[in-house]
């Protein structure tokens, strides 16, 4: 390539790619937000877990460290059940709420029913948490006769360890599974008209127009939910440090693995075992929603 | 050429985040060089002074005793912070000062904590907290105004690092007017208060005459048992016996007063236990604490019915012993950049008579002030009997072999013990699971464990 070749060539590049279009407007304060809040916390969460206390270079150390304590296993167990639950319930019951709305008639219903699906979520994470204390406690709950019969007559009892995944699955469910109901609602809004239409020529009930046709349609969106709700769920925190305060700790503080690495950083001022921690989550989140991408073609062209 | 510019943009924003991590590194371990206590007048070096707000941190029932302090000195700047008081083995002040260790600053400059670990934590290493009061900072004669024993608890080493606030030996507390309606004699010792449990499970069922609910159970029947739980053999090393013949009395003691249900498993400030339990209260053995903030503050015991007696201890034992439970206590931290006022502030609320007498719920520690405070009590005619001479009584029996380790006995026994008690199990049962607890947190927190 000859000298002038390059300026034309990098005069060109430089129009193609830095003209100012709209879109980069758009992205430039995600762009910036994501850079500051997203990539920078975690190259410095890299550096910490690959360091020891005195910045030197300490390999595998720090992971080796916190997966032997004796509280990480635990938490994983903890985290992971209730991902389970988490993850199984919320599918299908977002579904199944989202097809009904779909199906009812009434225009007043729909829209009512879908406000009121999304009002919990207005909610925000802590405050729906200290709600959820309030419905929890035998001695103060509205609906303490269902708490009593679930769980137990004293507030210890309803927290006791085996009914905690399902009570973070309830609180969870409750705050976020609103908004996906609309999603979902709006996703079954895009399969046109015909294709229903078609499928119920072909005699095709309900049930089956929804097996068969509605949900492979959906199967993108529901990936996408899954992928988000999996990554909010691996960072179980605000339920059961609140749940720790509220029981005076017969809950204990290490319940989940960001409590794990809160301890670590906060109590035993070990700030690249936390770190540590921290990547572990970014690893699996990382590795399951590169699953869910591979097998729900997220990003295929359709 | 497309692809030039990409690399560029990458490179633009992997240097644009470099930057952001090197700005947030750790801060140098070493610090700036740090002359030694010896030379500065306090043991310590002290920030540069300046004039501010004294930030304080109090818990909710030491609010009081900052409100006092403004109205006693209306030119002083305040900034009362409330928090938990690291309550329940909450280790809140740890988890703060830690940030702002981390972030160099915003150390609150008087701190009021209500649990015995801070001392272990906060004096020691390069990023200690709590500044020694004995080496400058106050005289002898406030230091020598405690009881006797009374700053055990914020010494390391030899060094005072808090003044107490009040204090907390395990005593009998007792419903005179019940106790008497029902014919009851007042137990001395743990075998004599086993059996008046039993009797009061046939002949009064309902009533109760302990609770084991709260993380501190274990501070008033373990601890009163000898139970070597925790003790402290070293600067990191701790001896745990949790199985211990000791330990299993106590535990039997409770699993039998709980299976008849004279002993409650609620939480003595939880919603229930006033609603449901609070005039069926007989007696409670508990830390002098209780007569003010269980029995005036939760359970309203109406006037001239509560009294106290002699903490209890087990037959044979020599000398008798009783447990602690907290006792709080008030910390300086030397960080601050208002001393003057900060010793000031310290100095009063845990021994002017304007906080310690008129509205502490507690026993003060400081010993002129105790002393007027029992007079004020007996006279206010709250109590049915003397509580001075039982309560100064055990003041001297602590057992001093429960440790106070850096971690909080109180957060293993809630997480440990409570709900599985909860569950059905007997605390007989599950002391070697208590002992692994524990050994297992003293490991986490760096000590050596012997068994």
Known sequence: MTASAISAAHARSRTRSWRPAAGHVFVSGYVVLLVVFGVAPTLYALNLAFTDADGRFAGLANFVRTVQDHRFLSAVGHVATYLVLWLVTLTVLVLVLALLVHRLTSRWYRATLRFVYYVPGALAGASSVLLWLFMLDPSVSPADDLVRALWGETFVGVVAPAHLPWIFTIIAFWTGAGGWIVVMYGALNSIPHSVIEAARVDGAGPVRTALRVQLPMLRKWIVYMLILSLAAGTQLFVEPQLISQASFGVVGTDYSLNQLAYLYAFDQNDFNGSAAIAIDLLIVALCSAGLFVAKGGLFDAD | ?451
């Open chain 2, 1 to 451: 050429m497309r692809r030039r510019s990409h690399a560029l943009r990458l490179a633009i924003t992997a240097a644009a985040a470099l930057l952001a991590v090197a700005a947030c590194g750790p801060p140098n371990p070493a610090g700036p060089a740090k002359a030694k206590g010896s030379s500065s007048p306090y043991g310590f070096d002290a920030a540069e002074q300046k004039d501010g707000k004294l930030v304080v941190w109090v818990d909710s029932t030491r609010l009081d005793a900052a409100k006092a302090y403004q109205a006693a000195h209306p030119g002083v700047q305040l900034d009362v912070v409330t928090y938990d008081g690291n309550a329940n083995g909450s280790n809140t002040l740890k988890t703060k000062v830690q940030l702002f260790n981390r972030a160099g600053e915003g150390w609150p400059d008087v701190v009021f904590t209500t649990d015995n670990n801070t001392a272990s934590w906060a004096s020691q290493g390069d990023d200690a907290f709590v500044a020694p009061l004995d080496k400058g900072l106050l005289d002898d004669a406030t230091l020598g105004g405690f009881a006797k024993g009374a700053l055990d608890v914020c010494t390391v080493g030899g060094t005072v690092y808090c003044l107490r606030n009040d204090l907390a030996q395990v005593v009998l507390w007792y419903n005179k007017k019940l106790l008497d309606e029902f014919g009851y004699a007042v137990p001395k010792t743990w075998e004599e208060y086993q059996a008046l449990g039993e009797k009061v499970a046939a002949e009064h069922p309902g009533h109760i005459v302990g609770t084991a609910g709260d993380a501190w159970a274990p501070e008033i029947y373990m601890w009163g048992s000898e139970c070597p739980a925790g003790q402290i053999t070293g600067a990191k090393a701790i001896t745990v016996k949790a199985t211990d013949a000791t330990c299993a009395r106590a535990a039997k003691l409770m699993d039998r007063l709980v299976a008849n249900k004279t002993m409650s498993m609620l939480p003595l400030f939880g919603p229930d236990f006033a609603k449901n339990q609070g005039d069926k209260v007989l007696m409670l053995p508990g830390p002098a604490w209780y007569g003010g903030a269980v029995f005036q503050g939760t359970l309203k015991t109406p006037k001239g019915e509560l009294a106290v007696a002699d903490a209890l201890h087990w037959a044979g034992q020599d000398p008798p012993v009783t447990g602690n439970v907290g006792g709080g206590a008030w910390w300086l931290s030397r960080h601050s950049t208002n001393l003057k006022a900060a010793k000031d502030f310290l100095t009063w609320v845990a021994t002017a008579d304007a906080y310690q007498v008129e509205l502490s719920p507690g026993y003060p520690a400081h010993a002129a002030a105790a002393a007027k405070w029992i007079k004020k009590q007996q006279d206010s005619g709250y109590y049915a009997g003397d509580i001075a001479a039982p309560i100064t009584a055990a003041a001297g029996q602590v057992w001093s072999g429960w440790g106070s380790p850096e971690f909080s006995q109180e957060a293993v026994w809630a997480k440990t013990v409570i709900p599985a008690q909860t569950a059905g199990k007997t605390v007989e049962s599950l002391l070697p699971e208590w002992q692994t607890a524990i050994e297992q947190q003293a490991q986490v927190s760096g000590y050596q464990v012997t068994k």
